[in-house]
Nanobody, 117 residues
Framework: QVQFVESGGGLAQPGGSLTLSCAMS????????MGWYRQAPGEQRELVAS???????NYPDSVKGRFTISKDNAKNTIYLIMNNLKPEDTAIYYC???????????WGQGTQVTVSS
């Protein structure tokens, strides 16, 4: 059974930075495109970063240039470095599969990111 454990969220001021971590068990991040998703109150969950098995990264325009996804295959962990945070980045952040050949797995608890002065 695949499980995701996200951590690293918290309160940040606008313009600040946070780094999120996600440890996966039950599968191998080497095989799949992995992603970070977020869900703000009253909004649908959206994909904000993905990284392929080869290390190719993709971002929507809303976070491009500010967020960086990376992974450590040995630790089976993916990361999200978030810089120049904005209030609209406030959401619960989750990691999961982001491969077109595989649906998402069960969602973890996520980690809350709040950007406020």
């Amino acid at each position: 059974q695949v499980q995701f454990v996200e951590s690293g969220g918290g309160l940040a001021q606008p313009g600040g930075s946070l780094t999120l971590s996600c440890a996966m068990s039950g599968s191998n991040i080497r095989i799949w495109t992995m992603g970070w998703y977020r869900q703000a109150p009253g909004e649908q969950r959206e994909l904000v970063a993905s990284i392929s098995p080869a290390g190719n990264m993709n971002y929507p325009d809303s976070v491009k240039g500010r967020f960086t996804i990376s992974k450590d295959n040995a630790k089976n962990t993916i990361y999200l470095i978030m810089n120049n945070l904005k209030p609209e980045d406030t959401a619960i952040y989750y990691c999961n599969f982001a491969s077109p050949n595989r649906g998402t797995g069960s969602w973890g608890q996520g980690t809350q990111v709040t950007v406020s002065s």
